[in-house]
């Protein structure tokens, strides 16, 4: 069974941080996104990274602020929040790719991934 589960939310004051994981299991995934939704609003991509590979992606307001990282060996994937602020209240869902054709410039499109976790809540209060 191809599950992905995140944890790591919770509730946090503006300036701190929180480092949201993403723990797969079932198969092997050729990329993995962080995307968020806060209420009201379209899910957003926020962060993405390839199994193999030194390149990471960043939704430019977040750049400087959030870090993504993998540990393969784990098969789990990393957000780290810093410095965070109330607009960053949402919930935060992982995501992974299971094909293996090259995504491209792609990597921030929700269609590109075809597994989903069940998402973690984050609340920033100012």
């Known amino acids: 069974q191809v599950q992905l589960v995140e944890s790591g939310g919770g509730l946090v004051q503006a300036g701190g941080s929180l480092r949201l994981s993403c723990a797969a299991s079932g198969r092997t995934f050729s990329l993995y996104g962080w995307f968020r939704q806060a209420p009201g609003k379209e899910r957003e991509f926020v962060a993405a990274i390839p199994r193999s590979g030194g390149s990471t992606h960043y939704a430019d307001s977040l750049k400087g602020r959030f870090t993504i990282s993998r540990d393969n060996a784990k098969n789990t994937v990393y957000l780290q929040m810093n410095s965070l602020k109330p607009e960053d209240t949402a919930v935060y869902y992982c995501?992974?790719?299971?094909?293996?054709?090259?995504?491209?410039?792609?990597?921030?499109?929700?269609?590109?991934?075809?597994?989903w976790g069940q998402g973690t809540q984050v609340t920033v209060s100012s």
């Open positions: 995501a992974a790719r299971s094909d293996f054709t090259y995504w491209g410039g792609t990597y921030y499109l929700p269609r590109v991934y075809d597994y």
